[in-house]
């Protein structure tokens, strides 16, 4: 395994700090009692410092497109420690400001099977094994200053509606991370809301996956909700857990419909990991300081709503130590439901409960409303209501606000909302919300 030792970490000052403290340990040579550390002075990449490891992205720590449970670790670590990580843009940094869509589809292209995605890891941590779940708490998110969101239609038929946006189209932006938005056009402005695209653990089946597909074991989950100051519980498949993070993310709307988000980078991924022992859990769930998130993944959305509703009434009835039927309830009263992403072959939809007794949700609108503009479709096929009611947006919001169609489409995968409303027998409603305050006046 590479023994690098001294790396870039984003900035001129904190690789000028990270040289100090390779420096410090290279001088230290005395056996540690915490096995990790003599890892890595055994070869690990990366630095430990004061129960904090800072992994960078390099060409010896980022894989492209695989995920695989037999790739050597590029750290090792204690339950309770802190991973400061750093994440590259799609295929291996090569999506870069100014990139054509040409040279991106010809990255699709020409390495078929493999995901786009930039992965950062694995992490191996002490102590986790199989039947275990990996709690990993998000501490803070630094994007890069830059990103891009593009469509592939075509022969790669990608997205929402490839044979009806024919046309591919490569987005740039600049994310004003001071003032936390970013300029989609004159006059539009997306709140930048970075979260992990890909935070998952090793699969239990060995052999290369590519990392497109979400599932038990996390990975492309795609949900926005995982911003700083939010945990995932992740279950354990093999020795280590072995997590990785990449698909970066500066901003997403609901379905990420045109297939990307704003795709970037993280100069910093903080994270606490700790290892729970021997806790049941047979997919990855998601917590706020106010919430509890559940998932429900399928390559049918209808089969990834109906397990939304499973997990959700399994865990209510568990949490509050009620009857199923009142889990469904209070899930029923409680739950906003929404669609995670339908464009990575497998889909993904969740649902956030509040923590704390609040009044009933109010009923999804399906009219305009002040802060959103509004649209819903019923359908027996949960597949066919988003399909219709995110349609029906981006049509509205082109003719509504003088948008081109392919721009509409981008916009509605970069800030729109699809939740999900009554689900009947031979009647799924979709509700689609763009809010109005993407549109600003200018000085």
């Known amino acids: 395994m590479p023994k690098r030792r001294d790396f870039l970490i984003g900035s001129a000052a904190s690789a000028a700090a990270v040289s100090?403290?390779?420096?410090?340990?290279?001088?230290?040579?005395?056996?540690?009692?915490?096995?990790?550390?003599?890892?890595?002075?055994?070869?690990?990449?990366?630095?430990?410092?004061?129960?904090v490891y800072l992994l960078p992205a390099n060409n010896e720590t980022v894989q492209w497109g695989w995920f695989n449970n037999t790739e050597a670790p590029r750290a090792r670590i204690k339950s309770g420690d802190t991973v400061v990580m750093e994440t590259m843009m799609a295929?291996?940094?090569?999506?870069?400001?100014?990139?054509?869509?040409?040279?991106?589809?010809?990255?699709?292209?020409?390495?078929?099977?493999?995901?786009?995605?930039?992965?950062?890891?694995?992490?191996?941590?002490?102590?986790?094994?199989?039947?275990?779940?990996?709690?990993?708490?998000?501490?803070?998110?630094?994007?890069?200053?830059?990103?891009?969101?593009?469509n592939l239609p075509g022969n790669l038929k990608l997205?929402?509606?490839?044979?009806?946006?024919?046309?591919?189209?490569?987005?740039?932006?600049?994310?004003?991370?001071?003032?936390?938005?970013?300029?989609?056009l004159p006059g539009i402005e997306i709140p930048v809301r970075p979260f992990p695209g890909i935070l998952g653990v090793a699969r239990a089946e060995s052999g290369q996956y590519s990392t497109v597909p979400p599932g038990a074991y996390g990975g492309n989950l795609d949900c926005r909700e995982l911003v700083q100051g939010t945990t995932i519980y992740l279950p354990v498949f093999v020795e280590g857990a072995l997590l990785w993070?990449?698909?970066?993310?500066?901003?997403?709307?609901?379905?990420?419909?045109?297939?990307?988000?704003?795709?970037?980078?993280?100069?910093?991924?903080?994270?606490?990991?700790?290892?729970?022992?021997?806790?049941?859990?047979?997919?990855?769930?998601?917590?706020?300081p106010t919430h509890w998130i559940t998932l429900g993944y399928d390559r049918d959305l209808n089969k990834a709503v109906d397990m939304l509703n499973e997990q959700t009434v399994k865990f209510v009835?568990?949490?509050?130590?009620?009857?199923?039927?009142?889990?469904?309830?209070?899930?029923?009263?409680?739950?906003?439901?929404?669609?995670?992403?339908?464009?990575?072959?497998?889909?993904?939809?969740?649902?956030?409960?509040?923590?704390k007794a609040s009044p009933k949700r109010t009923p999804n609108p399906t009219q305009d409303t002040r802060?959103?503009?509004?649209?819903?479709?019923?359908?027996?096929?949960?597949?066919?209501?988003?399909?219709?009611a995110s349609m029906q947006m981006i049509e509205r919001i082109a003719r509504l606000r003088?948008?081109?169609?392919?721009?509409?489409?981008?916009?509605?995968?970069?800030?729109?909302?699809?939740?999900?409303?009554?689900?009947?027998?031979?009647?799924?409603?979709?509700?689609?919300?763009?809010?109005?305050?993407?549109?600003?006046?200018?000085?």
Not at 30 to 36: A, H, N, T, V
Not at 122 to 143: H, Q, S, T, W, Y
Not at 258 to 287: C, D, G, H, Q, Y
Not at 374 to 384: E, M, P
Request: glycine share 8%; net charge positive.
């Open 20 to 51: 100090m403290l390779s420096k410090a340990n290279a001088q230290d040579n005395k056996p540690s009692k915490r096995p990790e550390i003599n890892a890595l002075r055994q070869g690990y990449v990366g630095q430990y410092q004061g129960g």
């Open 91 to 150: 295929s291996l940094n090569q999506i870069l400001p100014g990139s054509s869509i040409e040279q991106i589809t010809k990255l699709r292209v020409d390495y078929p099977g493999r995901g786009p995605h930039s992965v950062t890891g694995p992490i191996f941590v002490e102590g986790a094994m199989p039947g275990d779940v990996l709690k990993v708490r998000i501490n803070r998110i630094v994007p890069r200053s830059y990103g891009a969101n593009w």
């Open 159 to 184: 997205g929402q509606f490839p044979d009806k946006f024919t046309e591919a189209q490569v987005k740039h932006f600049y994310l004003d991370l001071g003032r936390g938005v970013t300029e989609f």
């Open 245 to 288: 993070s990449g698909d970066s993310h500066a901003a997403q709307g609901n379905g990420e419909v045109n297939l990307t988000a704003i795709e970037s980078a993280f100069s910093e991924l903080n994270m606490t990991i700790e290892v729970l022992k021997k806790t049941p859990l047979s997919f990855p769930r998601i917590e706020t």
């Open 317 to 355: 009835s568990e949490w509050k130590r009620i009857s199923s039927k009142e889990a469904q309830q209070f899930m029923n009263d409680y739950g906003d439901c929404q669609v995670a992403e339908i464009v990575n072959q497998v889909k993904g939809t969740y649902c956030v409960l509040p923590k």
């Open 371 to 388: 802060d959103s503009y509004v649209t819903t479709a019923t359908n027996a096929d949960v597949q066919t209501a988003i399909n219709l």
């Open 402 to 443: 003088k948008l081109s169609m392919l721009d509409s489409y981008a916009l509605a995968s970069l800030a729109m909302d699809a939740r999900i409303g009554r689900i009947e027998p031979g009647a799924k409603t979709i509700h689609c919300l763009m809010p109005r305050s993407l549109w600003v006046k200018k000085a």
